[in-house]
């Protein structure tokens, strides 16, 4: 059975970084595209980032270029997320997604098809 567990959320100052991890279970991340998507509440799910099983190709949203890097470790089957310079429109629930390519290029949270159960992150001075 395939799980995704994010990690990493907490309380941080604005300006300030933090780092989320997201561990897979039961497939290998490498053959799927896997990313962070982010929900606030009353709002709908946006896409963060994604990273391709295809070419490992990197998308960001417009919102976080700059700011954040997400990477892949196949060894230990994880995939990061790591925010810098964050600020209080940051704050949300962060979940990590797996779908394909496709949905994962667009940075689309509706054609994924495995997602964990999230992790909060604050931004707040």
């Known amino acids: 059975q395939m799980h995704l567990v994010e990690s990493g959320g907490g309380v941080v100052q604005p300006g300030g970084s933090l780092r989320l991890s997201c561990a897979a279970s039961?497939?290998?991340?490498?053959?799927?595209?896997i990313g962070w998507f982010r929900q606030v509440p009353g709002k709908e799910r946006e896409g963060v980032s994604c990273i391709t099983n295809s070419d490992g190709r990197v998308y960001l949203s417009d919102s976080v270029k700059g700011r954040f890097t997400l990477s892949r470790d196949n060894a230990k089957n994880t995939v990061y997320l790591q925010m810098n310079n964050l600020k209080p429109e940051d704050t949300g629930v962060y979940y990590c997604?797996?779908?394909?390519?496709?949905?994962?290029?667009?940075?689309?949270?509706?054609?994924?098809?495995?997602w964990g159960k999230g992790t909060l992150v604050t931004v707040s001075s």
């Open positions: 997604a797996a779908g394909s390519d496709y949905h994962c290029a667009l940075i689309s949270p509706y054609g994924m098809d495995y």
């Open positions: 039961g497939f290998t991340l490498d053959y799927v595209g």
